[in-house]
């Protein structure tokens, strides 16, 4: 297994889900075997996508080195680059988040699928291959790595909701499964939450457009699948786990799990399989 770059340069435009301005992104091919970010708002200061700048705000992900040079709202991206093996870019970005565009990964994968996905030669790739269980946990949340024969994720989630209640969804992550199943899962937000985030000066990007709202008893838009939040959370697991820049062939079960507890998974990950 060798990494893998973009056969060309793509674009993608669209709103910061935060800062509600209009974002530029062009993902170069690179021969480097890590992604990169350089943001031109920030005298093209680079951001390399390490453990070392993971971090998590207001329950988002977000690559941080200072308070100038970070970038928020990777998953998504980094999820489609995971279904890719996408391990060597150089984004170039005029602002400290990604896109949202619809809120899900589907338009990345859309670009994704327009060009092709190479090998580098001579510049192979380890996996994280699971030897044996990993558990990481707090509270009433927790994500379980154990061994298998290729790439699982499943997630559960449960609400106090009457709508959300419990949801559940398992794939073995190959391009077409993810394209199909998680791609299209879009962030989701209570409405009661948004309110408040709004009241905040967050999330002046949000709207219907980019993400599925849930209402006291009823969806506000209309959901794409039964589990839409159950996806959506399995395509934010795979997406904070891409950090590692490494496939991982185990299944991986998240339960409840957010940003922080992912982030300290791809931690405990990378201590142990060095
Ligand atoms: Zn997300």
């Not at 990964?105 to 291959?129: A, G, M, R, T, Y």
């Not at 998974?265 to 142990?272: G, V, W, Y």
Request: with cysteine; glycine share 6%.
């Amino acid at each position: 297994m060798n990494h893998k770059t973009i056969s060309k340069s793509i674009e993608f435009k669209g709103i910061g889900i935060h800062s509600g301005k209009e974002i530029t992104m062009t993902c170069n091919p690179s021969t480097s075997g890590s992604i990169t970010i350089i943001n031109s708002k920030d005298n093209n200061a680079t951001l390399p996508l390490t453990l070392d700048t993971l971090a998590e705000s207001h329950k988002r992900a977000t690559l941080f080195k200072n308070e100038f040079t970070y970038l928020s709202t990777p998953e998504h991206f980094l999820s489609a680059c995971a279904a890719y093996s996408i391990t060597s870019l150089d984004i170039h970005i005029n602002g400290n988040e990604m896109p949202i565009l619809d809120g899900s990964s589907i338009e990345f994968c859309k670009i994704f699928e327009s060009v092709n996905i190479q090998e580098i030669p001579d510049k192979p790739l380890s996996p994280i291959i699971i030897n044996s269980p990993l558990t990481i946990w707090y509270e009433d949340t927790c994500i379980i790595a154990t061994p298998a024969a290729t790439s699982i994720f499943s997630y559960f989630l449960s609400y106090d909701h009457p709508l959300i209640k419990s949801q559940s969804h398992t794939i073995e992550l190959t391009k077409s499964t993810y394209m199909n199943d998680i791609a299209p899962a879009r962030t989701y937000g209570f409405k009661h939450e948004v309110d408040h985030l709004i009241k905040q000066g967050l999330a002046k990007g949000g709207s219907l457009d980019n993400a599925l709202i849930i209402g006291d008893d009823n969806y506000i838009n209309e959901p794409r699948f039964t589990n839409e939040c159950a996806r959506h959370k399995l395509l934010d697991l795979i997406g904070d786990s891409w950090v590692l820049n490494r496939p991982i062939i185990g299944h991986i079960i998240g339960i409840k799990s957010g940003h922080h507890l992912n982030h300290l998974f791809t931690k405990a990950l990378a201590t142990n399989y060095s």
